[in-house]
Protein backbone atom coordinates (compact mmCIF):
# COMPACT_ATOMS: atom_id res chain seq x y z
CA UNK A 1 0.00 0.00 0.00
CA UNK A 2 1.11 3.43 -1.02
CA UNK A 3 2.30 5.24 2.30
CA UNK A 4 1.90 8.78 1.01
CA UNK A 5 -1.20 9.88 3.52
CA UNK A 6 -3.82 11.22 2.09
CA UNK A 7 -4.47 14.98 2.05
CA UNK A 8 -0.49 15.33 1.82
CA UNK A 9 -0.95 18.12 -0.74
CA UNK A 10 -3.84 19.91 1.49
CA UNK A 11 -1.73 22.76 2.18
CA UNK A 12 -0.86 23.30 -1.38
CA UNK A 13 -2.00 26.79 -2.47
CA UNK A 14 -4.59 26.52 -5.49
CA UNK A 15 -3.70 28.03 -8.61
CA UNK A 16 -6.86 28.53 -10.73
CA UNK A 17 -5.13 28.36 -13.99
CA UNK A 18 -3.68 24.66 -13.16
CA UNK A 19 -7.31 23.32 -12.41
CA UNK A 20 -10.29 21.57 -14.90
CA UNK A 21 -13.10 23.10 -14.30
CA UNK A 22 -16.51 22.04 -14.94
CA UNK A 23 -19.41 24.75 -14.60
CA UNK A 24 -23.13 23.62 -14.84
CA UNK A 25 -22.21 20.80 -17.06
CA UNK A 26 -25.10 18.16 -18.24
CA UNK A 27 -24.94 15.49 -20.60
CA UNK A 28 -28.08 14.37 -21.79
CA UNK A 29 -28.50 10.95 -23.79
CA UNK A 30 -32.02 10.24 -25.64
CA UNK A 31 -34.01 10.50 -22.46
CA UNK A 32 -31.25 9.99 -20.08
CA UNK A 33 -29.90 12.80 -18.18
CA UNK A 34 -26.27 11.39 -17.35
CA UNK A 35 -25.04 14.39 -15.99
CA UNK A 36 -27.13 16.80 -14.46
CA UNK A 37 -25.80 19.80 -14.02
CA UNK A 38 -22.47 19.12 -12.59
CA UNK A 39 -20.00 22.09 -10.97
CA UNK A 40 -16.24 20.55 -10.38
CA UNK A 41 -12.81 21.30 -9.79
CA UNK A 42 -9.52 19.40 -10.23
CA UNK A 43 -6.81 20.41 -8.42
CA UNK A 44 -3.32 20.43 -9.65
CA UNK A 45 -1.30 17.75 -7.66
CA UNK A 46 -4.58 15.95 -6.33
CA UNK A 47 -5.12 12.27 -6.07
CA UNK A 48 -9.08 12.97 -6.78
CA UNK A 49 -11.62 9.77 -6.41
CA UNK A 50 -14.88 10.43 -8.48
CA UNK A 51 -17.23 7.11 -7.19
CA UNK A 52 -20.97 6.59 -7.14
CA UNK A 53 -23.07 3.67 -8.07
CA UNK A 54 -23.76 2.49 -11.85
CA UNK A 55 -24.65 4.69 -14.10
CA UNK A 56 -23.88 7.63 -11.62
CA UNK A 57 -22.26 9.44 -14.57
CA UNK A 58 -18.32 8.58 -13.78
CA UNK A 59 -17.57 7.60 -17.28
CA UNK A 60 -19.32 10.30 -18.91
CA UNK A 61 -17.52 13.09 -17.08
CA UNK A 62 -14.28 11.42 -17.90
CA UNK A 63 -15.28 11.19 -21.72
CA UNK A 64 -16.14 15.19 -21.26
CA UNK A 65 -13.59 16.13 -19.74
CA UNK A 66 -10.77 14.16 -21.79
CA UNK A 67 -12.79 15.75 -24.94
CA UNK A 68 -13.50 12.80 -26.49
CA UNK A 69 -17.48 13.94 -25.90
CA UNK A 70 -19.18 17.15 -26.16
CA UNK A 71 -21.59 18.47 -22.86
CA UNK A 72 -25.32 19.10 -23.70
CA UNK A 73 -24.56 22.47 -21.74
CA UNK A 74 -22.25 23.90 -19.37
CA UNK A 75 -18.59 24.70 -19.94
CA UNK A 76 -15.28 23.07 -19.17
CA UNK A 77 -11.85 24.50 -18.57
CA UNK A 78 -8.92 22.60 -19.04
CA UNK A 79 -5.15 24.01 -18.49
CA UNK A 80 -2.90 23.22 -21.64
CA UNK A 81 -1.09 20.37 -22.34
CA UNK A 82 -2.31 16.17 -22.94
CA UNK A 83 -3.94 14.48 -20.06
CA UNK A 84 -3.29 11.01 -19.95
CA UNK A 85 -6.23 7.96 -19.82
CA UNK A 86 -6.73 4.46 -19.33
CA UNK A 87 -10.23 2.74 -20.08
CA UNK A 88 -12.46 0.62 -18.27
CA UNK A 89 -11.53 -1.22 -21.65
CA UNK A 90 -7.89 -1.22 -21.99
CA UNK A 91 -6.76 0.02 -25.51
CA UNK A 92 -3.17 -1.33 -26.30
CA UNK A 93 -1.67 -2.27 -29.22
CA UNK A 94 -2.62 -5.95 -29.63
CA UNK A 95 0.38 -6.98 -31.56
CA UNK A 96 2.77 -5.35 -30.01
CA UNK A 97 5.10 -6.36 -27.38
CA UNK A 98 4.52 -4.77 -23.61
CA UNK A 99 8.13 -2.42 -24.23
CA UNK A 100 6.87 -1.69 -28.00
CA UNK A 101 3.81 -0.36 -27.00
CA UNK A 102 5.19 1.66 -24.24
CA UNK A 103 7.99 2.76 -26.42
CA UNK A 104 5.46 4.16 -29.25
CA UNK A 105 3.12 5.69 -26.46
CA UNK A 106 6.00 7.45 -25.25
CA UNK A 107 7.44 8.23 -28.15
CA UNK A 108 4.98 10.88 -28.77
CA UNK A 109 6.25 12.79 -25.52
CA UNK A 110 9.72 13.65 -24.41
CA UNK A 111 9.61 11.75 -20.80
CA UNK A 112 12.62 9.79 -21.88
CA UNK A 113 13.76 6.30 -21.47
CA UNK A 114 14.35 6.42 -17.57
CA UNK A 115 10.74 7.54 -17.20
CA UNK A 116 9.60 4.59 -19.20
CA UNK A 117 11.73 2.56 -17.20
CA UNK A 118 10.38 3.75 -13.89
CA UNK A 119 6.76 3.04 -15.47
CA UNK A 120 7.49 -0.24 -16.52
CA UNK A 121 9.43 -1.45 -13.12
CA UNK A 122 6.76 0.31 -10.82
CA UNK A 123 3.74 -1.19 -12.30
CA UNK A 124 5.80 -5.01 -12.48
CA UNK A 125 5.63 -5.27 -15.71
CA UNK A 126 9.40 -6.12 -16.54
CA UNK A 127 8.89 -9.47 -16.59
CA UNK A 128 6.47 -9.28 -19.07
CA UNK A 129 8.15 -6.76 -21.57
CA UNK A 130 8.93 -9.30 -24.47
CA UNK A 131 5.18 -10.72 -24.48
CA UNK A 132 3.20 -9.41 -27.18
CA UNK A 133 -0.15 -7.77 -25.74
CA UNK A 134 -2.84 -10.16 -26.73
CA UNK A 135 -1.12 -12.92 -25.39
CA UNK A 136 -1.76 -11.08 -21.65
CA UNK A 137 -3.66 -12.43 -18.87
CA UNK A 138 -7.08 -9.41 -18.54
CA UNK A 139 -5.09 -8.15 -15.71
CA UNK A 140 -1.46 -7.50 -17.17
CA UNK A 141 -3.30 -6.13 -20.26
CA UNK A 142 -4.90 -3.47 -17.72
CA UNK A 143 -1.36 -2.80 -15.65
CA UNK A 144 -0.38 -2.28 -19.41
CA UNK A 145 -3.52 0.13 -20.56
CA UNK A 146 -2.31 2.01 -16.81
CA UNK A 147 1.11 2.35 -17.67
CA UNK A 148 0.24 3.91 -21.10
CA UNK A 149 -1.42 6.33 -19.31
CA UNK A 150 1.85 7.75 -17.59
CA UNK A 151 4.43 6.91 -20.32
CA UNK A 152 4.22 10.64 -21.30
CA UNK A 153 4.14 11.59 -17.64
CA UNK A 154 1.75 14.50 -18.61
CA UNK A 155 0.00 16.55 -15.95
CA UNK A 156 -3.12 15.37 -15.45
CA UNK A 157 -4.31 11.54 -15.72
CA UNK A 158 -7.56 10.23 -16.13
CA UNK A 159 -8.64 6.27 -15.02
CA UNK A 160 -11.73 4.79 -14.87
CA UNK A 161 -11.83 1.45 -12.52
CA UNK A 162 -8.11 0.84 -13.24
CA UNK A 163 -8.55 -1.73 -10.51
CA UNK A 164 -10.62 -4.17 -12.56
CA UNK A 165 -9.32 -7.68 -13.47
CA UNK A 166 -6.36 -7.13 -10.79
CA UNK A 167 -5.20 -9.55 -8.11
CA UNK A 168 -4.82 -8.03 -4.38
CA UNK A 169 -0.92 -7.64 -5.06
CA UNK A 170 -1.02 -5.50 -8.39
CA UNK A 171 -4.27 -3.55 -6.97
CA UNK A 172 -1.57 -1.94 -4.13
CA UNK A 173 1.53 -1.82 -6.65
CA UNK A 174 -1.33 0.36 -8.68
CA UNK A 175 -2.75 2.76 -6.05
CA UNK A 176 1.08 3.24 -4.64
CA UNK A 177 2.27 4.10 -8.08
CA UNK A 178 -0.58 6.56 -8.60
CA UNK A 179 -0.34 7.88 -4.91
CA UNK A 180 3.84 8.32 -5.85
CA UNK A 181 2.95 10.34 -9.45
CA UNK A 182 0.53 12.68 -7.41
CA UNK A 183 3.73 13.75 -5.31
CA UNK A 184 4.29 17.60 -6.26
CA UNK A 185 2.15 19.00 -8.80
CA UNK A 186 0.93 16.00 -11.20
CA UNK A 187 -2.82 14.98 -11.30
CA UNK A 188 -4.67 11.68 -11.25
CA UNK A 189 -8.20 11.38 -11.39
CA UNK A 190 -9.23 8.09 -10.71
CA UNK A 191 -12.92 6.71 -11.42
CA UNK A 192 -13.60 3.62 -9.36
CA UNK A 193 -15.85 1.31 -7.46
CA UNK A 194 -13.03 0.39 -5.37
CA UNK A 195 -13.08 3.25 -2.57
CA UNK A 196 -11.19 1.20 0.17
CA UNK A 197 -8.10 0.38 -1.70
CA UNK A 198 -7.76 4.30 -2.71
CA UNK A 199 -9.37 6.05 0.57
CA UNK A 200 -6.13 6.26 2.58
CA UNK A 201 -4.15 8.02 -0.30
CA UNK A 202 -7.41 10.65 -1.60
CA UNK A 203 -6.74 14.01 -1.27
CA UNK A 204 -10.71 14.83 -2.79
CA UNK A 205 -13.50 12.36 -2.89
CA UNK A 206 -16.45 13.02 -5.02
CA UNK A 207 -19.71 11.24 -4.80
CA UNK A 208 -21.92 11.27 -8.25
CA UNK A 209 -25.78 9.99 -7.53
CA UNK A 210 -27.84 10.03 -10.90
CA UNK A 211 -25.65 12.45 -12.42
CA UNK A 212 -25.54 14.74 -9.56
CA UNK A 213 -22.53 15.39 -7.21
CA UNK A 214 -23.78 14.84 -4.03
CA UNK A 215 -20.46 14.64 -1.84
CA UNK A 216 -16.94 16.47 -3.07
CA UNK A 217 -14.36 17.53 -0.33
CA UNK A 218 -11.02 17.65 0.58
CA UNK A 219 -10.22 14.30 2.57
CA UNK A 220 -7.28 12.48 4.21
CA UNK A 221 -6.42 8.77 5.55
CA UNK A 222 -7.87 9.41 8.68
CA UNK A 223 -11.27 9.74 6.98
CA UNK A 224 -14.02 6.79 6.74
CA UNK A 225 -14.62 6.59 3.31
CA UNK A 226 -17.01 3.55 3.79
CA UNK A 227 -19.37 5.14 6.36
CA UNK A 228 -19.21 9.04 4.21
CA UNK A 229 -20.50 6.33 1.29
CA UNK A 230 -22.61 4.34 2.96
CA UNK A 231 -24.21 7.15 4.30
CA UNK A 232 -24.53 9.63 1.40
CA UNK A 233 -26.23 6.55 -0.71
CA UNK A 234 -28.46 4.95 1.63
N1 LIG B 1 -23.76 6.70 -25.33
C1 LIG B 1 -24.80 6.64 -24.48
N2 LIG B 1 -26.07 6.59 -24.92
C2 LIG B 1 -27.11 6.54 -24.07
N3 LIG B 1 -26.99 6.53 -22.73
C3 LIG B 1 -25.74 6.57 -22.23
C4 LIG B 1 -24.58 6.63 -23.07
N4 LIG B 1 -23.48 6.68 -22.27
C5 LIG B 1 -23.93 6.64 -21.00
N5 LIG B 1 -25.28 6.58 -20.98
C6 LIG B 1 -26.12 6.55 -19.78
O1 LIG B 1 -25.70 7.59 -18.94
C7 LIG B 1 -25.78 7.17 -17.57
C8 LIG B 1 -24.40 7.32 -16.94
O2 LIG B 1 -23.53 6.34 -17.50
P1 LIG B 1 -21.98 6.26 -17.12
O3 LIG B 1 -21.39 5.18 -17.96
O4 LIG B 1 -21.38 7.61 -17.18
O5 LIG B 1 -22.06 5.80 -15.59
P2 LIG B 1 -20.90 5.23 -14.65
O6 LIG B 1 -21.06 5.91 -13.34
O7 LIG B 1 -19.58 5.32 -15.32
O8 LIG B 1 -21.35 3.71 -14.51
P3 LIG B 1 -20.48 2.37 -14.17
O9 LIG B 1 -20.05 2.50 -12.74
O10 LIG B 1 -21.51 1.29 -14.35
O11 LIG B 1 -19.37 2.28 -15.16
C9 LIG B 1 -26.30 5.74 -17.60
O12 LIG B 1 -27.70 5.76 -17.41
C10 LIG B 1 -25.95 5.27 -18.99
O13 LIG B 1 -26.84 4.25 -19.42
Request: aromatic share 6%; glycine share 10%.
Amino acid sequence: MADRAGGANRERERDPAREIRLDGVVRRYDGVTALAGVDLRIEAGDLHALVGPNGSGKSTLLALVLGLDRPTSGTITRPEGRIGCGFQTPSVYPDLTVDENLRVFAAMGDAGDDWLASVRSGLELDEVRDRVAADLSGGYQRLLDVALAFVRRPAFVLLDEPLDELDDAARERVVAFVADYCEGERTVVVSTHHLDAFGPSLDRLTVLDDGDVRFDERVDGSDDYRAIYRDLLE
